[in-house]
Nanobody, 118 residues
Framework: QVQLVESGGGSVQAGGSLRLSCAAS????????MGWFRQAPGKERERVAS????????SYADSVKGRFTISGDKAKNTVYLQMNSLKPEDTAVYSC???????????WGQGTQVTVSS
């Protein structure tokens, strides 16, 4: 079991920046990857970005490429999401997730609200 705690959400004007942090505890030794997901009201959950610990490979949703950067420190069991040039459509609850099974995110944090005003 992996426990995840997010921090860093808040409100910002369009064009601004926020940095989300996620700290993992528990059976982190078995974590293959970590990622950030978001869900806006009335919409399905979307994978925003993920990082694979084996080679630090990253992937991003097309909607955030060039604006968001995921990074992490496996030794510290921490992952970050730097969000720049934020848009109102980025408004959502952002959740951290960990994959203890290859190719499947199966542990989730509570989520943190990000609100971008125009």
């Amino acid at each position: 079991q992996v426990q995840l705690v997010e921090s860093g959400g808040g409100s910002v004007q369009a064009g601004g920046s926020l940095r989300l942090s996620c700290a993992a505890s528990g059976r982190t030794v078995s974590t293959y990857a970590m990622g950030w997901f978001r869900q806006a009201p009335g919409k399905e959950r979307e994978r925003v970005a993920s990082i694979r610990w084996s080679d630090s490979g990253t992937s991003y949703a097309d909607s955030v490429k060039g604006r968001f950067t995921i990074s992490g420190d496996k030794a510290k069991n921490t992952v970050y999401l730097q969000m720049n040039s934020l848009k109102p459509e980025d408004t959502a609850v952002y959740s951290c997730a960990a994959a203890t099974i290859p190719s499947e995110f199966d542990s989730w944090g509570q989520g943190t609200q990000v609100t971008v005003s125009s």
